[in-house]
């Protein structure tokens, strides 16, 4: 299963609302084996979201995951400086458990 | 606290070996699923290989030369890495699944350990 991910690039303003695409080669079966990642230089990557909308221990509401068989939107509302990062999706389907080529968010 | 702390990164001739391990504290390795991923120089993230009980998975480019492993005794996962190649090089991360299953997602990471391949 491969994994695109739009846009590369997301240039945005604290406050706005950011719209992450995950675009699966094949349906992730009806529970939706995907989950988000955020990544910030020199740091370990984060989970956000598992099972295409349940929030990880410690991820605000601000973060939401949605989608289904192939289709799956990231939307981060409210945005904040500190969101600045790249952010993956992964399915976890069918090994190899592949990455998205990830989109980078700049929050001018 | 629960934490996973690699090590054993380092520099290696292409056609070399490499063991990296990592070490895990506040909980038990064992009844979860792990993996590992790496990130090689300015390029996104890569799942490399997994394992859940028994079962042991890997991305086609590293399979064969690259084998993950347990020791249950020491609270360890392993990856070793045969027959390196220029483009194995990379951040290695270790990280571990939210179950004992790879059906979810990668819930705690450590800060990864750096392999360079290079004549």
């Known amino acids: 299963i491969v994994l695109t991910q739009s846009p590369a690039t997301l240039s945005l303003s604290p406050g706005e609302t950011a719209t992450l695409s995950c675009r699966a080669s094949?349906?992730?079966?009806?529970?939706?084996?995907l989950a988000w990642y955020q990544h910030k230089p020199g740091r370990a990557p984060r989970l956000l979201i598992s099972g295409v909308s349940a929030r990880a221990t410690g991820i605000p509401p601000r973060f939401s995951g949605s989608g289904s068989g192939t289709d799956f939107t990231l939307t981060i509302s409210n945005l904040e400086p500190e969101d600045s990062a790249v952010y993956y999706c992964q399915q976890y389907a069918t090994s190899p458990f592949a990455f998205g080529p990830g989109t980078k968010v700049d929050i001018k | 606290e629960v934490q996973l702390l690699e090590s054993g990164g380092g520099l290696v001739q292409p056609g070399g070996s490499l063991r990296l391990s990592c070490a895990a504290s506040?909980?038990?390795?064992?009844?979860?699923?792990m993996a590992w991923v790496r990130q090689a120089p300015g390029k996104g993230l890569e799942w490399v290989s997994g394992?859940?009980?028994?079962?042991?998975y890997y991305v086609d480019t590293v399979e064969g030369r690259f084998t993950i492993s347990r020791d249950n005794s020491k609270n360890t996962l392993y990856l070793q890495m045969n027959s390196l190649r220029v483009d194995d090089t990379a951040i290695y991360y270790c990280a571990k699944y939210i179950s004992g299953s790879t059906a979810f997602g990668l819930d705690v990471w450590g800060q990864g350990t750096t392999v360079t391949v290079s004549s």
């Open positions: 094949r349906s992730l079966r009806n529970i939706g084996y």
């Open positions: 506040g909980f038990t390795s064992a009844t979860y699923a």
């Open positions: 394992t859940s009980g028994s079962a042991v």
